[in-house]
């Protein structure tokens, strides 16, 4: 793995990992559920030179998600905002960590026009952690996503965040844009916060995602857990009740994969019948919508989730 994705944004220097992290085992051969094709394919490629063409960066490339393939033969992409360098260090993530370059004021503009390109019905924006910004970049989504709502009218928009800790009047600032969906990942339990999410902490991420539903009654909210970090069933199960406490709407669940040596191991493969044993077990809670399978990632198949989730409160509504 090159030490930068050659993004405009990334400096000489950004590294895929802080240095002081421990080298861990490559837990090799992934069970057959797992295996994906490789990406490829005339669609898959178009979309390549829509994002080259606007000089974006996507979580799809900078993550190494291994649905891209899928995705992006579908012109389905995830665009990250405000660089590709990200000023924290989690275990488990693929993002370069170092120090990220001023954001663009452009780059609201471009995302707008490669979303029209690709014609996206429902589109997904998320963005590296900005510590050094005064708002986190709450601003930036902020414009993004009323330049999306200027440039592509019909797409839905779904904001994946990061927790902006210590900033205030963020959330206010981003939800005033609006989004259609609100989302914001809890990663992992919160035992495996220290190892997993350092610069986190859980009960800001729950009180964010609690904030966000208060605010916004009508709004979406979304969370996403990885599983295979080293969390046993009672934690899962815990942080599912916590959530439904903040009132989430839709939960996803997915199986963590170690990108590089570097990086936190897998302790586990979780075989899919017990994803659907989640699924059923957060169903039996409350939420609107659960996705939860070992490719499940937060944007994977989000705009017929959203779809979803339209229907779900719907019906909900109607029974009441």
Known sequence: MRETLGHPDAPAGAKRHPEKTRTFPVRRGKPPWLRVRAPGGET????????????????????????????????????MILGSICTRACSF???ATGKPRPSDPFEPGRVA???????????????????DLADGGA????QTVRA???AAPETTIEILTPDFRRKKDALALVLASPPDVFNHNLETVPRLYPGVRPGARYDHSLRLLADAKERKPGLFTKSGLMVGLGENENE??????????ADVDFLTIGQYLQPTPRHHPVERFMPPDEFQDL???AMRRGFLLV???PLTRSSYHADDDFIALQNARAERLGRV
Do not use: Y
């Open 148 to 150: 999306l709502r200027h």
């Open 279 to 281: 699924h059923a077990q």
């Open 113 to 131: 026009r490669a979303v029209k390109a690709l014609g996206l019905r429902h589109v997904v924006i998320t963005s590296v952690d900005r510590d």
């Open 93 to 95: 993530c693929n993002v």
């Open 139 to 142: 601003g930036h989504f902020a």
């Open 291 to 293: 996705s939860a399978s």
């Open 236 to 245: 899962i199960l815990a942080v599912m009740d916590d959530l439904r406490d």
């Open 44 to 79: 898959f490629r178009e979309t390549l030179r829509i994002v080259r063409e606007h000089n974006l960066a996507t979580v799809c490339e900078e993550a190494a998600c291994p649905n891209i393939g899928e995705c992006w033969q579908a012109k389905h992409a995830t665009m």
